[in-house]
T-cell receptor, first 109, second 116 residues
């Protein structure tokens, strides 16, 4: 069965303290892996798409990487405005999108 | 600015009543989707539509109904048959059907439905 698991469920960082969020997946043929950011009471906002193992994408303090079993979202020197829930989603060969439960990131000044 | 508008932001209903959530997009996207978000769970697909006058059930369609009479509109009705309707409902669209490689989902800001 296709599955996406994100860890940790919650992460608290001090401003400037770099860390990584994990998205592990099992899927019958990966078509793409998506990262979204969701602020409280809002809809998810698209960040990155990764298609194949070894691929990396960057945007400001965020860098997403992909292996055959997992993806990492690295956050370098985070700021309080990076606080949000980060969602990972995997698309299988049939076009079905499976979402993880999210990691709630809190960055304290 | 182009985007997806969901209304209302908050909705309260009594058990046994049907309720319709609105979703409008001006992105000229072909595909539209309804997801349900519950605490501690991933987003779950309720219904999706790839083209006007056509829609398909998602993973949790029971107790819900949709229509797609116009390209820009995809309303969701939560019926009294839905056993646990209280949730955060998200509407999304994508440029191409079945989420082609260069076509991520664009989400609205959701409707929080509370049924008592």
């Amino acid at each position: 069965e296709d599955q996406v698991t994100q860890s940790p469920e919650a992460l608290r960082l001090q401003e400037g303290e770099s860390s990584s969020l994990n998205c592990s997946y099992t899927v019958s043929g990966l078509r793409g892996l998506f990262w979204y950011r969701q602020d409280p009471g809002k809809g998810p906002e698209f960040l990155f798409t990764l298609y194949s193992a070894g691929e990396e994408k960057e945007k400001e303090r965020l860098k997403a990487t992909l292996t055959k079993k997992e993806s990492f979202l690295h956050i370098t020197a985070p700021k309080p405005e990076d606080s949000a829930t980060y969602l990972c989603a995997v698309e299988d060969q049939g076009g079905k999108l499976i979402f993880g439960q999210g990691t709630e990131l809190s960055v304290k000044p | 600015d182009g985007g997806i508008t969901q209304s209302p932001k908050y909705l309260f209903r009594k058990e046994g009543q049907n309720v319709t959530l609105s979703c409008e997009q001006n992105l000229n996207h072909d595909a539209m989707y309804w997801y349900r978000q519950d605490p501690g769970q991933g987003l779950r697909l309720i219904y999706y539509s790839q083209i006007v006058n056509d829609f398909q059930k998602g993973d949790i369609a029971e107790g819900y109904s949709v229509s797609r009479e116009k390209k820009e509109s995809f309303p969701l009705t939560v019926t009294s048959a839905q056993k646990n309707p209280t949730a955060f409902y998200l509407c999304a669209s994508s440029e191409e059907a079945l989420r082609a490689h260069n076509s991520p989902l664009h989400f609205g800001n959701g409707t929080r439905l509370t049924v008592t």
